[in-house]
């Protein structure tokens, strides 16, 4: 359990928060690069950690990311006019209401209400211009100090050209950490996805379906590293083996999971829309080759970890509002759950926690207390995890300047996938560990892309 005060630290994202301050210390994945695919087109709103802006592409191809709300009087500049390269004043976006315009910096390129001889245009910003990259597929931005800046993210999928990466995005009705805090969770993998061999997944998960399902009450080995933490769950299996599985948690928001053998490589973000919301992402990687068109065409369609979405949205077809499809005859028969996609059989628990936090808009998403939790020894990598979030959002309010867990790029680097191991059972955590890491060192690409 966390008291409610730890637990309303945890769940805050908001500007002014330690954990919002946290998060701004750090790359955010804000939109695929393909949401807004032609310089000069449409822009697209976001709301990350409490803030409303607009992703837009200039009439250069640059990304913009900006305060959703112009300076002047509060217009949307969503519905902003994306001018092209080759306008008088630039590539831009220009303010329906008056006209003001703006480029991807945030500086004021243009004010058509104002007296040409007027120099009011050089002293009016966007209420924020946040720098972006694009980095496999994904287009990623920076909120916070620019003075504390770190280097664009050498994640397992950012370090990859883009043809070997997959990225989705889907909007979560919860508040991040529930999200998080299911990633870390091992032991509700042999149970909640029971029905393992039924997803619609392909081979990589029917060749774990046999470790995962045999030993449903894993022991977790819990380390703390330089980019968060190395959890290991370790199955026992027929014959005196033992089946080991790890994930990375790296900090603010990922999670990197094991690798079985051949198979591609998958990892996770969950990025706070604001305290009630979360953006799930998803990264499918091979390294050792780019992707086929059979895979991409799978996971398109909403296979694997992805989810299939309403068109022109993030929201899942199978969601909150349609009680995520669940098929009850399925459930009594072949099912743990009677949902058909692994995505939303995790969002179908993590959306419908309680009791909720005071003040929360519950029809927005699920925030819970966790005050009167009963956590039990398999709960060991979410306390593990918590308990990390907290003392480096902490150490930061101490003093800002120090570097959290996570940020610098050879921390994130250690966090490749391990692969999945079938040892020994007496084979005990350290040694499995540095298996685990040697296999991975060995087939890990050039770092440093
Ligand atoms: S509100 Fe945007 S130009 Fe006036
Ligand atoms: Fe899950």
């Not at 924020?128 to 620019?146: F, H, N, S, T």
């Not at 009630?276 to 992402?281: E, M, V």
């Not at 296979?303 to 009594?332: E, K, S």
């Amino acid at each position: 359990m966390l008291s409610a005060e730890r637990n309303q630290t945890l769940t805050a994202s908001a500007q002014g928060t330690p954990m919002g301050a946290m998060y701004r210390r750090h790359w955010i994945p804000v939109a695929l690069s393909q949401e807004v695919p032609l310089a000069g087109g449409p822009p697209i709103r976001r709301r990350l950690l409490g803030e409303d802006l607009v992703l837009f592409r200039d009439g250069a191809g640059r990304p913009g990311l900006l305060s959703e709300w112009c300076p002047h009087r509060g217009a949307s500049l969503y519905f902003g006019r994306n001018e092209r390269a080759d306008s008088p004043t630039g590539p831009g976006l220009r303010c329906v209401y008056h006209g003001w315009k703006f480029d991807v910096d945030g500086s004021c390129l243009d004010m058509p209400n104002e007296p040409e001889e007027s120099t009011f245009r050089n002293r009016v910003r966007a209420r924020a211009a946040y720098p972006c990259r694009e980095l496999a597929g994904v287009i990623w931005a920076y909120l916070g100090d620019p003075r504390l800046r770190p280097d664009a993210p050498q994640l397992p999928w950012t370090i990859l050209p883009a043809e070997h990466v997959y990225a989705s995005v889907r909007l979560q009705l919860c508040n991040s950490i529930q999200a998080f805090e299911g990633a870390v969770d091992a032991s509700h993998v042999g149970i909640l996805h029971s029905d393992i061999g039924l997803w619609d997944a392909g081979d990589e998960f029917k060749r774990v379906r046999g470790g995962i399902a045999v030993d449903k009450a894993p022991r977790f080995y819990v380390e703390q590293t330089d980019f968060g933490l190395t959890i290991g769950a370790r199955r026992r299996m027929a014959g005196g083996q033992a089946y080991w599985r790890f994930t990375q948690v790296v900090l603010p928001w990922y999670v990197v999971l094991s690798q079985e053998p051949d198979a591609p490589g998958s990892g996770h973000a969950w990025v706070p829309v604001d305290e009630h919301r979360t953006y799930t992402w998803t990264f499918s990687f091979r390294a050792d080759r780019p992707l086929d068109g059979q895979e991409v065409a799978r996971w398109r369609a909403g296979g694997g970890l992805h989810a299939p979405l309403i068109p022109g949205t993030l929201t899942p077809t199978m969601n909150r509002d349609n009680d995520y499809l669940v098929n009850r005859d399925l459930q009594a028969s072949a099912s743990m759950t009677g949902i058909s996609n692994v995505g939303m059989q995790d969002a179908a628990v993590q959306e419908n926690m309680g009791p909720h936090m005071p003040g929360t808009l519950a029809a927005l998403g699920s925030r819970m207390d966790r005050s009167s939790e009963r956590l039990g020894s398999a709960d060991a990598g979410v306390v593990a995890t918590r308990r990390v979030l907290l003392a480096a959002a902490t150490a930061l309010e101490k003093d800002a300047t120090i570097r959290p867990p996570g940020v610098l790029v050879e921390d994130q680097r250690q966090a490749c996938p391990y692969p999945s191991m079938l040892v020994d059972e007496e084979t005990g955590w350290h040694e499995v560990r540095g298996l685990a890491q040697g296999e991975a060192a060995g087939s890990a690409p050039p770092a440093g892309r």
